[in-house]
Nanobody, 114 residues
Framework: QVQLVESGGGLVQPGGSLRLSCAAS????????MGWYRQAPGKQRELVAA???????NYADSVKGRFTISRDSAKRTVYLQMNSLKPEDTAVYYC????????WGQGTQVTVTS
């Protein structure tokens, strides 16, 4: 059974950094795409960043140049490095994996506030 477990969320001041981790219970190469989504209160869930099996990445315009998605296949983990955080980045961040069935983690809260 596929399980995705996120960690690394927390409270940070504007301009700060956090690194989210998503640990998978199976090889991450079983998935066509893995990604990070976020959902702020009262808003729809949106794609933040994704990485394909081949290593291609794409980002939401709002995070380009600030966030970086990466993976470590030996650790079966996908990361989201978030720099220059803004209050509008506040949301619950979810890890996803598709093959093409979609799997989701339980989410981790990121709060950016002074």
């Amino acid at each position: 059974q596929v399980q995705l477990v996120e960690s690394g969320g927390g409270l940070v001041q504007p301009g700060g950094s956090l690194r989210l981790s998503c640990a998978a219970s199976v090889s991450i190469f079983r998935f066509n795409t893995m990604g990070w989504y976020r959902q702020a209160p009262g808003k729809q869930r949106e794609l933040v960043a994704a990485i394909t099996l081949g290593g291609s990445t794409n980002y939401a315009d709002s995070v380009k140049g600030r966030f970086t998605i990466s993976r470590d296949s030996a650790k079966r983990t996908v990361y989201l490095q978030m720099n220059s955080l803004k209050p509008e980045d506040t949301a619950v961040y979810y890890c996803s994996a598709e093959n093409p069935t979609a799997y989701w983690g339980q989410g981790t809260q990121v709060t950016v506030t002074s």
